[in-house]
């Protein structure tokens, strides 16, 4: 079993950056793929950015912008913000899979309770 709680969400302008964090519980943490999800008002979840196995993936939305990382020692993993838009404004979501890494959200098994993440212009 794996708890996660989010956190680092934050009203920001346009340009702006932004740190999350995802924090984990369970011993097993660095056996973990941790992705990051994002869902906007009337919108379907959408991936945002894995790692898996030393490998990251990024959706196209966000590559050289975002940075997803995990310190294992900390059981956490962060998305490093940057060059942030008014169309990244969502709630963004932390995630844990035995598996191997995937872009589906239902291939995840666990996930945190959301943290609100709002870009003005």
């Known amino acids: 079993q794996v708890q996660l709680v989010e956190s680092g969400g934050k009203l920001v302008q346009a340009g702006g950056s932004l740190r999350l964090s995802c924090a984990a519980s369970?011993?097993?943490?660095?056996?973990?793929?941790m992705a990051w999800f994002r869902q906007a008002p009337g919108k379907e979840r959408e991936f945002v950015a894995n790692w898996s196995g030393g490998s990251t993936v990024y959706a196209d939305s966000v590559k050289g912008r975002f940075t997803i990382s995990r310190e294992n020692a900390k059981n956490t993993v962060y998305l490093q913000m940057t060059s942030l838009k008014p169309e990244d404004t969502a709630a963004y979501y932390c995630?844990?899979?035995?598996?191997?890494?995937?872009?589906?959200?239902?291939?995840?098994?666990?996930w945190g309770q959301g943290t609100q993440v709002t870009v003005s212009s």
């Open positions: 995630a844990a899979s035995i598996g191997y890494g995937s872009r589906r959200s239902g291939e995840y098994e666990y």
């Open positions: 369970g011993r097993t943490f660095s056996r973990y793929t």
